[in-house]
């Protein structure tokens, strides 16, 4: 299987992301993914309510997940990039 390096920045905002979330008792964080397969398997075990999902993701991006997984959940697009 071959392995997607996720950039460092990526992983810190997501933990910065989670960070915030947490500040909110009604919120719970339950699960992270690093690129599209692995988040379309977190979708379908954990069914979540609302996903935070990045645009640019390693090898594919936000909208190829919204077309590979079956997705429910409301989707709010997160990215640090500027366009």
């Known amino acids: 299987m071959k392995q ?48 935070f999902l990045n645009i640019q993701m390693p090898g594919d991006s936000g909208f190829d997940l919204l077309e590979k997984a079956e997705v429910e959940a409301q989707v709010i697009f997160v990215t640090a990039y500027d366009e």
């Open 4 to 51: 997607t390096k996720v950039p460092l920045d990526e992983r810190l905002a997501r933990k910065d992301l989670i960070s915030l979330l947490g500040a909110y008792d009604h919120i719970s964080v339950v699960g992270e993914a690093d690129d599209v397969p692995s988040a379309a398997k977190a979708i379908e075990k954990l069914d979540p309510d609302v996903i």
